[in-house]
């Protein structure tokens, strides 16, 4: 009874958060025109980080709830963008995208077939538009899901790092597959598809004039459908049973879990959703290509899963909109270089000398308390290094405050980039179980009740 | 008959080049049980270093040097990124080695900005020889042979040193051989060391071949090494080399295939491959049928 009460009021809380996040989307688009453009930087964050965050979180349900490390997500994205792409380009204008094939051998497009029913302006065109984009994004999570089907066959019955290489040669197999010159009139070979609706499409126009920016509402809108189906899955019967399974194959098989049929569920069920990310994602970069589609992406999403915490939905979520930020927007600065005067290298000077140091104690403290607690023996070695590295790096700043030089050093186009990857590394050695570990944010909040309760 | 044996070359080429990276993966994995992504990495990164130094150091100086520098490259990767994991589940391991071959990556493409990089011509290895009417490189021939002086050597160095003894023991068994005295991280050190040598002369090899390294140049011929290396049973060095020799001459057959669009099938054809032998048998050509414990 308590349980169910509970339930009832995260269900409650959950719909609450998600109407007012949907309601801020919109509203910081159109609100403010003069501080925040649609064109702001901010919109792209949010629209990538909400496709990202459903890939994110359809990785974690099986990687972290299910325990099959798949490294297949690329694939599943690639067949649901393609599927997006080749069911909504326009008829009118298929001849110019396929024309290196002499058009394409699929004469219609999703949104016209309802338009026909609809009509295909005014109120009817929208219907039909909506329409259209809703049946594509399902058909292509259909269409990835009955791949994932297949896949499965036969490699759901491998362990661990097998299965993860497995579907990984799988996803590189389809990308091959998709730019093969034979299927030119369907997938358009090497060459990217566009001219679909993307998510500006959904922007209400009156006389040629936006009237109601929807181009970052409509991702959002998809993400969080898609991510409440995916925890309601994981709070159900099956969850449970995905979790068991995770926890030990042996013993769930003995408590009577079919194996092989909830490993397949919940691969087809992750692959569903990642195809749904693949349309969206195409929709984000208005054009659909394979060559896109590499492992290095799912690499970038198992990161993004690493970083949030295996497990954890929310945290995924979290993660994903921090890793878009930063790799967006917040480190752009590191891509250029910046030219100081006299003053600001002076401020630069001494802000790095006390990072510097201020890392170098904090660091030299831990190890101290770490040996003091294992009675390890090589921790001189490693102060020595820390002592070593700080010095050199504070000699560095001298030698710059000293040198006439103006421009900050290493600064130019990628540094983001490494820098980006050298936080990764220190999240995925330090901390090991990411920012939420396998908690939700609920969780956090059900401690506090819960202590307050004790007082 | 010439179009065949000049496939039948570059195929035995590539294979020997794929065999010395698979070599890597083979011994890492049967000692740490862990998919060092990281390791075409190492390979790029070993092709970059003789890029930049045999700009302006003389060969005979370069190319040591590379051998020694990808070593400690390697050496470092191990202490850094994997050892504080050791008492870890596998999954965050591999994270790790992904996390590597990412930063990896994205160093070569801040150094590089990003541009292909043109790569030296080797002396004698780039010139080329009439065999059977076709034009060769010389390093099509030595290949094979090389291959075959280092796994003999490897061999050697495995079935009749010490170090090879406690290699073998720590593959067999973690922490019994921990408790017989082995020092498993010095065991664990060295099989990087040898990896990452054989990365280095496979990269010198491998990329006499072509014009020019890209930041991403590691990433295929890593994982296609990697397939070797489970083609042939992974932990087996023999089935190793065997499985690359395999994949290196089947992909160049492929590639030669009379239909549209084979040169597009070639990755698809190895991955292919993979699943197949997963699929069938999962232990690869040589690999100990290994039983799990409750």
């Not at chain 1, 609450?16 to 403010?32: D, P, Y």
């Not at chain 1, 921090?322 to 967006?328: G, I, R």
């Not at chain 2, 065997?242 to 992909?251: H, K, P, V």
């Amino acid at each position: 009874m308590m349980q169910e009460k509970r339930s009832k009021k995260g269900a409650l809380a959950g719909l609450l958060i998600a109407a007012v996040l949907l309601v801020l989307v919109v509203v910081l688009e159109n609100a403010f025109p003069k501080v925040l453009p649609p064109t702001h930087i901010l919109f792209t964050v949010l629209k990538k980080g909400a496709v990202y965050s459903l890939a994110a979180v359809s990785l974690n349900l099986l990687n972290g709830f299910t325990g099959l490390f798949s490294l297949g997500q690329a694939g599943f994205m690639l067949l649901g963008a393609y599927t997006y792409a080749i069911l909504t380009v326009p008829t009118g204008v298929r001849d110019t995208v396929y024309y290196l094939y002499g058009g394409s051998a699929i004469k219609f497009s999703l949104q016209e077939v309802f338009g026909a029913v609809f009509g295909s302006s005014g109120v009817g065109g929208a219907v039909s538009l909506v329409l259209g984009v809703l049946l594509a994004l399902i058909l292509a999570g259909c269409v990835a899901a009955f791949f994932a089907w297949l896949i499965g066959l036969p490699v759901l019955r491998l362990k661990s790092d097998y299965l993860a290489i497995a579907t990984l040669g799988f996803a590189e197999i389809l990308r091959a597959i998709f730019q093969w010159q034979a299927l030119g009139p369907i997938t358009n070979g090497a060459n990217m598809i566009k001219s679909f609706p993307t998510f500006s499409a959904f922007n209400i126009k009156s006389g040629g004039k936006v009237v109601l920016y929807l181009s970052t509402f409509v991702p959002f809108l998809v993400a969080i459908l898609c991510i409440a189906i995916i925890i309601l899955l994981i709070n159900s019967s099956y969850g449970r049973a995905f979790k068991a399974i995770r926890e030990d194959e042996i013993a769930a098989e003995a408590m009577g879990i079919n194996l092989a049929r909830h490993k397949m569920l919940s691969f087809c069920i992750s692959a569903f959703f990642a195809g749904v990310a693949g349309a969206l994602f195409a929709m984000f970069a208005n054009n659909a290509q394979a060559m896109v589609y590499t492992s290095a992406m799912t690499y970038e999403i198992l990161l993004i899963v690493v970083i949030g915490g295996i497990g954890s939905i929310t945290g995924s979520v979290i993660a994903t909109f921090l890793y878009v930020a930063c790799s967006e927007w917040w480190l752009r600065f590191l891509d250029n270089g910046v030219t100081l005067n006299s003053q600001s290298k002076m401020a630069f000077n001494l802000g790095f000398a006390l990072v510097v140091v201020l890392l170098a104690a904090l660091i030299l403290m831990y190890q101290r308390r770490k040996a003091r607690r294992t009675e390890s023996q090589n921790r001189s070695f490693a102060s020595v290094a820390v002592i070593l590295a700080a010095s050199a790096l504070l000699l560095w700043d001298i030698w710059f405050a000293i040198s006439p030089q103006m421009q900050l050093p290493l600064l130019r186009n990628g540094f983001r980039m490494v820098v980006f990857s050298i936080v990764i590394m220190i999240v995925v050695l330090f901390f090991r179980r990411g920012l939420m570990g396998d908690r939700e944010l609920t969780d956090l909040f059900k401690r506090q009740n819960k202590k307050e309760a004790v007082k | 008959m010439e179009f065949a044996i000049s496939i039948l070359l570059s195929g035995i080429s590539v294979g020997g080049q794929y065999a010395l990276i698979a070599i890597g993966y083979t011994l890492v994995y049967g000692i740490l049980r862990l998919i060092n992504f990281a390791h075409g990495g190492v390979f790029m990164v070993a092709g970059l270093m003789l890029i930049y130094l045999s700009a302006s150091l003389p060969l005979y100086v370069a190319l040591p040097l590379v051998l020694v520098l990808t070593v400690v490259l390697g050496f470092l990767i191990e202490r850094v990124a994997y050892k504080p994991l050791r008492t870890a589940p596998r999954m965050s391991v591999m994270i790790s080695a992904i996390g590597v071959s990412y930063l990896l990556q994205n160093t070569a493409t801040y150094v590089t900005g990003g541009q292909p990089m043109n790569y030296p011509t080797l002396p004698f290895l780039s010139e080329s020889i009439p065999i059977a009417g076709t034009l060769t490189k010389w390093v099509t021939i030595i290949t094979p042979f090389l291959v075959l002086v280092l796994v003999v050597a490897l061999t050697q160095l495995i079935n009749h040193t010490k170090t090879g003894m406690a290699m073998r023991a720590v593959a067999k068994d973690f922490e019994t051989s921990q408790l017989m005295g082995i020092k498993i991280n010095n065991v664990i050190s060295m099989t990087f060391i040898v990896g990452s040598f054989l990365a280095a002369v496979g990269s010198m090899l491998y990329f006499t071949n072509y014009p020019y390294i890209t930041p991403t140049a590691g990433a295929m011929p890593g994982l296609k090494a990697f397939v070797a290396a489970v083609f042939g049973g992974i932990g087996s060095i023999p089935g190793a080399v065997i499985g690359a020799f395999l994949i290196g001459i089947c992909e160049n057959i492929v590639k030669a295939l009379p239909f549209d669009g084979a040169t597009t099938f070639v990755d698809a054809f190895t991955f292919a491959l993979l699943i197949i032998i997963l699929a069938v048998k999962p232990t690869g050509l040589f690999g100990e049928k290994a039983t799990d414990k409750v």
